[in-house]
Nanobody
Framework: VQLQASGGGWVQAGGSLTLSCAVS????????VGWFHQIPGKFREVVAG????????YYADSAKGRFVISRDNVKNTVDLQMNSLKPEDTGVYFC????????????????????WGQGTQVTSPA
């Protein structure tokens, strides 16, 4: 699969932003997808993940209650709605995918993913 992330931008802390990951390829509908956050000098950290069925999701503690991950298996997109943004949410966001045999698998480690898109920058100053 090939992935392309978009939707990043500049938004004041407390605001909202929705990132979108467009996925092409025949295996998207059987792929789990995750969103990752990276700041300079740090490893990419998972923010949220979603199973290919959409029934299972995972959120990092930093994202719980503020972010919502969703997917549309017809449009081949996975969105990350980011609310109540904080300055520490600033960074580059990547989406990633991997095929899975089960509809409800969610992966939470960057090493679990096989395909990555380019990042999109989010800046949320105080």
């Amino acid at each position: 699969v090939q992935l392309q992330a978009s939707g990043g931008g500049w938004v004041q802390a407390g605001g909202s932003l929705t990132l979108s990951c467009a996925v092409s390829g025949p295996t998207f509908s059987s792929s789990a997808v995750g969103w990752f956050h990276q700041i300079p000098g740090k490893f990419r950290e998972v923010v949220a993940g979603i199973s290919w069925s959409g029934d299972n999701t995972y959120y990092a503690d930093s994202a719980k209650g503020r972010f919502v991950i969703s997917r549309d298996n017809v449009k081949n997109t996975v969105d990350l709605q980011m609310n109540s943004l904080k300055p520490e949410d600033t960074g580059v966001y990547f989406c990633a995918a991997r095929s899975t045999l089960g509809p409800n698998y969610v992966y939470t480690e960057w090493g679990d993913y096989r395909s990555w898109g380019q990042g999109t920058q989010v800046t949320s100053p105080a």
